[in-house]
């Protein structure tokens, strides 16, 4: 697993491709462009230095890690020496389904394809390449340098001997795997979106405000972030889409999305990265404030 190859270098992929250079892996990054590239780039490069300045690590291995790092808009010249290939693209499965195609084609034999995807079937991603058995869910937590858990998601074919290997990748990345089968949602989304939904129908309900249904959730179940404040953070968008592939996969009504989220998404409020959802974001500070339409129970 000496060479890592990373596909995506949005806010998950930068912070994939930083946590293996800075374990010491020669890291491929590859976007499609260089614009996006450098916007990568330069959140690792923030983002090592925010863990300089705490002490986490000293000024030596965040130059040594960025070193590690090296970008390319190709696919094939991207994947042509990787042992192991991370895609952590948006969450759409024909962007997905592709990119798995071209790297079936451009990686050695011997390289595992894994997918960051945080709900999409890995059986599905698998089908499309050459390889199924060497093909896993590797489900990184947001923010990635600073979160545990890795979820390990083992599609239909996934090998024994490969579910092994990235297991113990994991951890050498000082994370926490954990095993999971290949189900909608896998552990993490088939728990947690049901439980944001849920907080989204009880507003929609007006059984209480955004505030009220946040501090319930943090002072008495002991969350760091209540449930809506945590949905705007993933994106409201996101959050309907894994809604739906629970609801598609599952067949069972209880995990259709809430309109309420629905009416949002198609309205354009997102959360964090539209700068509204259930709060208002003031651009580039953390100043958050309850949106004007939740402020009134209705």
Do not use: W
């Not at 930068?14 to 780039?41: K, P």
């Not at 962007?95 to 599905?124: C, M, Q, W, Y």
Request: aromatic fraction near 6%; charge should be neutral.
């Amino acid at each position: 697993m000496k060479n890592v190859t990373v596909i995506g270098s949005g806010t998950m992929g930068n912070g994939i491709a930083h946590v293996f250079a800075l374990y010491g892996h020669s890291v491929t990054l590859i976007d499609i462009d260089d614009t996006a590239l450098q916007r990568g780039m330069a959140a690792i490069d923030k983002n090592l230095t925010r863990q300089v300045d705490k002490g986490v690590i000293d000024a030596s291995r965040k130059a040594s890690a960025l070193g590690n790092i090296a970008t390319t808009t190709s696919v094939a010249a991207g994947c042509q020496s990787a042992d192991l290939v991370i895609e952590a693209a948006s969450e759409q499965i024909d962007i997905k389904l592709k990119i798995f195609g071209e790297v079936d084609g451009a990686a050695p034999s011997h390289a595992i394809l894994a997918s960051n995807t945080s709900s999409i079937s890995i059986t599905r991603i698998a089908s499309v390449t050459r390889r199924p058995n060497q093909v896993i869910g590797m489900h990184f937590m947001n923010p990635v340098p600073v979160m545990k858990l890795v979820e390990v998601i083992r599609g239909y074919q996934t090998s024994d001997e490969v579910t092994a290997t990235i297991m113990d990748v994991s951890r050498k990345l000082e994370k926490i795997p954990v095993e999971a089968n290949d189900y909608p949602g896998f552990v993490s989304n088939r728990i947690l979106m049901p439980m944001i939904n849920e907080a989204i129908c009880t507003l929609h309900e007006g059984v209480a405000g955004v505030s009220e249904i946040d501090e319930v959730m943090k002072l008495g179940m002991a969350h760091p972030m209540g449930p809506l404040e945590l949905a705007d953070f993933i994106g409201l968008d996101v959050c309907l889409f894994i809604m739906r592939v629970l609801h598609e996969g599952f067949g069972n009504p209880k995990y259709a999305p809430c309109p309420l989220l629905v009416n949002m998404v198609t309205a354009g409020h997102k959360g964090v990265k539209s700068g509204v959802g259930f709060y208002q974001y003031s651009a580039g500070t953390k100043v958050k404030q309850v949106a004007g339409s939740f402020r009134i129970t209705n």
